[in-house]
């Protein structure tokens, strides 16, 4: 699962900062019209309307204000027609979260009419939601734009739209202002509600329509989610307060803000009666859930209990901060049942010293103590982590702190990165004497580690038998299926075709790095065993 992308330009250039001046340079803007609605404004002949634009100094501010939970129905009945006919594509870039609110803007589409499609040519409207949390996830945006550009010059009718992270921020929005101004619509993560409106606003006016919430706003209920397959993500908070130094994320996420325990609980067992069998509940850092309620002492460890009385076979989480992780959520996840033996436990590097300068508030031995803590109560636990090398002015000693805390630790797989620099960061400005070449190269000796922990705890489970929920097909062999173990390890295994979306008993009978293969020793069995 080691994922950084040896194509990225990140790896390649070694480029700093970017001059991103050229896109604030609106000399040939003429603003058209300002009112409380918002502003009117033609670029190269594009006529734009800006009702709310992206605000990096507002999107650090953490107010005071309430946030309200609204419940309700987003989609008007006046709206419920307008793709009647007409189809969607959404292409989403990063992560799980982006993923699932790819769920939801599908699931918007579709109570407006619209249905989905793979087929470009045949596609009315076209999404790119996006990942701002490394440069090359935007250059990846940009040159997916580039190739839309000359569909949409073939099928000028084509509605295309760029909203999720890097819609919220500035740079990016002016930048497609300037340079991509075939695009349609431009949306953040805050009003992914909004799209039915934005979508009628931008057919019927033919303009650009920018409409990007630097505050957070409240928590919608009831969006409606267009979900497949056996397992299903869960948010139960958005946004992130902890500011961690090299990360855009509290910027584009907004303030922590939890959903309702009630709300959470009534989702999870909506999903069980339609027959999910795994959910994992959401959140940038859910150890911090329930901070913000001010009504109800309620924290992420009694979330985590009430799921066990939930009667689905499988629940995880993600992501954890080790800060807020705490021995209460400790103790409800050794009691088991249907709460998962997988920690995702984000280290980001093994030097005290760098994780103080990454603003991470936990030192190496907290962690170190943390895991030790977590091994022992959860016996059979798969733990995983994301790290980042290259860190501004990280020296080989520092970096030699992360690759003996990876042994320490022994790892089932890790999520490894270069540092990007991302504008507006406090770590974007720190200076920076590592050369590219030895951020690769502590990356491929990082990556190499990882593998040999992920290969020698697999070795431990030769002759083990597991519970695997069978997921489908092998990727590379149709005539094999493949499955998770409640560690999240990837198991092979031949079997029938029906056995898709059962929990089965496999004996593991070979070992290899990424995944390991067995036999199916009990069909079927019983959810919650
Ligand atoms: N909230 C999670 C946490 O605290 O671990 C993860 C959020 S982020 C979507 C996923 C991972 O991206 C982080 O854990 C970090 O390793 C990596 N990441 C974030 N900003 C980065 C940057 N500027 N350069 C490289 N990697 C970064
Ligand atoms: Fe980013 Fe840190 Fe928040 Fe994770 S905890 S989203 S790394 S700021």
Redesign the pocket.
Known sequence: MTKDNPNSPDLKSGKGSKDYSKYFDFSDAKVLSEDEFGKRIRIKGREINIMSEPNHRQEKQRGKEDVQVLYGNVVPDELRSIGEGKHYIIYTFGCQMNEHDTETIKGLLEQMGYRGTEDRKVADIILLNTCAIRENAEDRVFGELGHLMHLKTEKPDLLLGVCGCMAQEENVVNRILQKHGFVDIIFGTHNIHRLPFLVKEALFSKELVVDVWSKEGDIIENLPKKREGMKAWVNIMYG?D???TY?I??FTRGKERSRRPEDVIAEVRDLARQGFKEVTLLG??VNAYGKDFTDITYSFGDLMDDMRLIDIPRVRFT?S?PRDFDDQLISVLAKGGNLVEHVHLPVQSGSTEVLKKMSRKYSRDRYLELAHKIKVAIPNVGLTTDIIVGFPGETDEQFEDTMTLVNEIGYDSAFTFIYSPREGTPAAIMEDNVPMEVKKERLQRLNKAIEDNSRMNNEKMQGKIVEVLVEGESKNNEAVLAGRTRSNRLVHFVGSKDLIGTLVNVEISEVKTWYIKGEIVTESIAVNS
């Open positions: 992130c902890k500011f961690c990360c994320v509290p940038q850092n992501t901060h």
